[in-house]
């Protein structure tokens, strides 16, 4: 077992009855990365991140956070990790603070100064008394990323933390996982379907494209690779991955 990773996602597959799905993902997120899983809509991801989160099994393969399994070390594996599905749902009519404390209570060991830390961290601490009800949008998420960090967990898995977000909000979010993995040394696992945003935040990255991870690497060396920007590199990747399934499709009624 190597201590230094994060996430070990080996030989992951999940095929729905309409067929679609994810293919054998394997990927490795390294302890101080920000890793960004991008894909256009549909290409899986919020699949994987919910086998990683236990909510579904997969058919095929396994995933371990910091060694354990998922599938049968859940509560180890998840003991530290953070994780946010989607929207950030939260109790509108209490207040921030309130359901931070109710996520904390989760974790009786935490000291009562976190709370603070947290409202802190995410830039709520003016905001903390007022009804969630009252907040907006970003606020909203940047709540839900506070109650999955309260834990202080080593590594947050955010599936696409932005998505319905307006600009400002946007912006926020994307600060907040900067001055996170800055400040605390969070490692960061986030997917998204919009590739701007996975430059400006990840230094790792993960292109899944109908259920299959087709390229994978450092930031710097994709965007060094592509020459200008990973939107033009990411369509060239998907017409080399179209022409490839071309040419296979050919061979077969050939043969
Ligand atoms: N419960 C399900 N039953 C059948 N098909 C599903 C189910 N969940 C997802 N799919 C299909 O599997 C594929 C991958 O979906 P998934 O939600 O993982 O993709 P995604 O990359 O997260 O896309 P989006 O950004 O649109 O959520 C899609 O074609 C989707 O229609």
Known sequence: MNA????DIQGLSKTYRNKRGID???LQVARGDVY???GPNGAGKSTVMKIIAGLIKPDRGHVRLFGHDVGDQYELAMSQAGVLIEKAEAFEYMSGRRNLELAA???PGLPKTRIDEVLELVGLAASGREKVGHYSLGMKQRLGIACALVSKPKLLI?????NGLDIESMVEVRELIKRLAAQERTTFFVSSHLI???EMICNRIGILHEGKLIRE???AELLQESGQSLETYFVAQLRI???GARHESAAVQYH
């Open 4 to 7: 230094e990773i994060a996430l």
């Open 241 to 243: 991955e179209r022409e």
């Open 36 to 38: 960004g899983f991008f």
């Open 196 to 198: 701007s945003e996975m």
């Open 217 to 219: 690497g450092g930031m």
């Open 24 to 26: 054998d993902i394997t």
């Open 105 to 107: 209570r989760l974790y």
């Open 158 to 162: 955010l599936d696409e933390p932005t």
